[in-house]
């Protein structure tokens, strides 16, 4: 337990700590809030569902709230804790076999404590908040070390549930170990072929009749255009990104390589690292239909498979650095890890508490306290970059539609065409009138009847509520 307490303290350190509401919460908060409350969101639905229809986390989140009364500030934490805790089974299953120590599998675990971005994909290795796609991962990560000990239905059952908490994770995941499989199980080839024959023919009726229906069309460009330069294309990457997307999977061949030659590989280990290449192949196939700008390659976000390799190229990695003295490797790599949290949550976010549970901004808190007393209908505005300003979304923390949340519209504009170009003429909006100013809060409050205003200046509008240094006005 003090392991896993260390793990989950430099996780959250080196996350700069944990938050509440923030990021990609302004879309599954709403979400789940929407089944809680069908009032809630009538004009930003067409929104919040383009990408809601496409999982169930916010179902099953929502179930659990009704049945237990929890808060979503508390159930986020817990699952936010739950999350690093798996992500340790995981890191201890896969370490513990792969090296003959256990300070490499302390070392191992400290490396993966070290949060970096995956260069363009919009996926971090750690996030400081409660994500359902690191929740999936570490469920991935556990699977791939059940996978080791030849626990078939428990790896099969691992990713079932990862597939219902993120799919698109879980399916890489999948196509990862179902590659592996092929190479190590011989004898399981045809139940791995049945298994991707059926798992295809829910896909063909996934696009053909369910809720994937009409997404290999080609995004065209006003859809592109409401989308903005996201880092959906590949083919735009710089070099550089490129070679940091690519770089684990020579690791990978070369930890591969001296292991072979030191006789340490261990069973199964050679299949794993043909199905990380196979994930590279996958990409490569994919990469055409994503150029062609087809709408379920765009969405599918592919890319992302660098996740997975990134983290089995530290398996390697932490195992070549230590060769020499594990127990060094395993101090260095904590006091690698322990001095750049430190750094981020003493230097860098000094004002952050380690763990956030609520909202933070005081006078952005008040405001949203408000804004949940208010007409659970009711359109509010405000600088299209709160999330970012206040560290979280008016829909997340007020509970109500909002006519631009910049940070995350454009990325759940991916989803769906029509909400793309809800957010486009939006823009279009805020661009022609200043929302800032009375005359064009009341331009932009007649063209989409919105009733309040939320802005840190006084202005020359009726006033309903004042939280220090925010004035929210009435715009009716």
């Not at 337990?1 to 700590?17: D, R």
């Not at 599954?28 to 809601?52: E, S, T, W």
């Not at 991935?140 to 996978?147: D, I, N, R, T």
């Not at 061949?253 to 299949?271: D, I, K, M």
Request: one cysteine or more; hydrophobic letters at 55%.
């Amino acid at each position: 337990m003090a392991l896993l307490a260390g793990f989950i303290l430099l996780a959250t350190l080196n996350s700069a700590g944990y938050r509440y509401a923030a990021s990609d919460q302004a879309f599954y908060i709403p979400a789940i809030l929407r089944h809680l409350d069908p009032r809630l969101f009538p004009r930003d639905a067409v929104l919040i569902d383009g990408q809601a229809r496409l999982v169930a986390m916010d179902d099953v989140l929502a179930a659990i709230v009704r049945a237990t009364g929890v808060s979503l500030q508390q159930l986020f934490l817990w699952l936010y804790l739950a999350t690093l805790a798996l992500l340790y089974a995981g890191i201890i299953r896969v370490g513990g076999r792969f090296y003959e120590s256990r300070w490499m599998v302390v070392a191992l675990a400290a490396a993966l404590t070290l949060r970096h971005a995956i260069a363009k994909t919009g996926a971090n290795t750690l996030e400081s908040y409660f994500h359902p796609r690191e929740l999936a991962f570490a469920l991935g990560l556990l699977a791939v070390g059940l996978f080791l000990d030849r626990k078939w239905p428990a790896t099969t059952a691992l990713l079932i549930a990862a597939a219902a908490l993120h799919p698109t994770t879980a399916l890489w995941f999948a196509l990862w170990l179902a590659v592996a499989g092929w190479a190590r199980a011989p004898r399981h080839r045809v139940a791995i072929a049945v298994s991707v024959v059926i798992g295809g023919a829910t896909a063909a009726l996934l696009l053909l009749v369910g809720p994937l229906r009409g997404r290999l069309t080609v995004m065209d460009a006003e859809w592109l255009a409401a989308i903005g330069p996201k880092d959906l294309f590949p083919l735009d990457w710089p070099l550089n990104v490129w070679i940091t997307n690519l770089v684990p999977l020579p690791i990978i061949a070369l930890g591969w390589l001296r292991r072979r030659a030191a006789g340490v590989l261990v069973p199964g280990e050679s299949a794993l690292v043909a199905g990380a290449f196979a994930l590279l192949a996958l990409f490569l196939c994919w990469l055409p239909f994503d150029a062609a700008h087809v709408a379920l390659a765009v969405q599918l976000q592919l890319s992302r498979v660098f996740w997975l390799t990134d983290v089995f190229a530290t398996v390697y990695l932490v195992w070549l650095i230590g060769r020499g003295n594990h127990a060094l490797a395993a101090g260095l790599i904590v006091a690698l890890s322990l001095g750049r949290g430190l750094y981020a949550t003493m230097v860098e976010f000094p004002d952050r508490p380690l763990f956030a549970v609520d909202i933070q901004q005081p006078d952005w808190r008040d405001a949203m306290a408000f804004a949940r007393q208010t007409d659970p209908g009711s359109g509010w505005l405000a600088d299209p970059l709160h999330s970012a300003v206040y560290g979280s979304s008016l829909r997340a923390a007020g509970h109500r539609d909002v006519l631009l949340e910049r940070m995350k519209d454009h990325a759940i504009a991916i989803y769906d065409r029509s909400a793309a170009l809800r957010v486009a003429d939006r823009e279009e909006a805020l661009g022609a009138f200043a929302w800032d100013t009375a005359d064009g809060a009341r331009a932009l409050a007649r063209r989409y009847t919105l009733d309040y205003l939320v802005v840190d200046k006084p202005l020359d509008l009726p006033i309903v509520h004042r939280s220090g240094s925010l004035f929210i006005y009435s715009l009716r």
